[in-house]
C-alpha cells in the first residue's frame, strides 16, 4: 500500500555532491521509519541510513557516518539523502526503503532505485 518514488542519481565525480529525494504516498507514516540501502555491483544490499518519520532522529551506518545526511519534509511526505565527498565506492544504486520496525537488514517497502555513479 506503500509506494515509494525516488529521484536524484546520476554521475559525479569524487569529492563532489548529490541530493537523492523520495517521494512517498500512502497510509500512517507517523510510525515508519524512512531508510536509504545501496547495492553496489556483484556485492549484496547494504544498509546506508533511515530516518524516524516522528521526530526525525536519524541513524548511519558507519561507511557513510560524517559525510551523509538523511532528512526530511513532513509536508511533502519526502526523504532525502545528501551525499557528500563522495568517493567511487559510494558507485551503486541506491534504494529509498519504509518500515514499521526500521529494520537495517530487510525493509516492507522498496522504491524502484536510482543509480549513482562516482568517477576518480
Known amino acids: 500500500q506503500v509506494q515509494l518514488v525516488e529521484s536524484g542519481g546520476g554521475l559525479v565525480q569524487a569529492g563532489g555532491s548529490l541530493r537523492l529525494s523520495c517521494t512517498a504516498s500512502?497510509?500512517?507514516?507517523?510510525?515508519?521509519?524512512m531508510g536509504w540501502f545501496r547495492q553496489a555491483p556483484g556485492k549484496e544490499r547494504e544498509f546506508v541510513g533511515n530516518?524516524?518519520?516522528?521526530?526525525?532522529?536519524?541513524y548511519y551506518a558507519d561507511s557513510v557516518k560524517g559525510r551523509f545526511t538523511i532528512s526530511r519534509d513532513n509536508a511533502k511526505n519526502t526523504v532525502y539523502l545528501q551525499m557528500n565527498s563522495l568517493k567511487p565506492e559510494d558507485t551503486a544504486v541506491y534504494y529509498c526503503?519504509?518500515?514499521?520496525?526500521?529494520?537495517?537488514?530487510?525493509?516492507?517497502?522498496w522504491g524502484q532505485g536510482t543509480e549513482v555513479t562516482v568517477s576518480s
Open positions: 530516518i524516524r518519520w516522528s521526530g526525525g532522529s536519524t
Open positions: 500512502g497510509r500512517t507514516f507517523s510510525n515508519f521509519y
Open positions: 526503503a519504509a518500515d514499521r520496525l526500521g529494520r537495517r537488514k530487510e525493509s516492507e517497502y
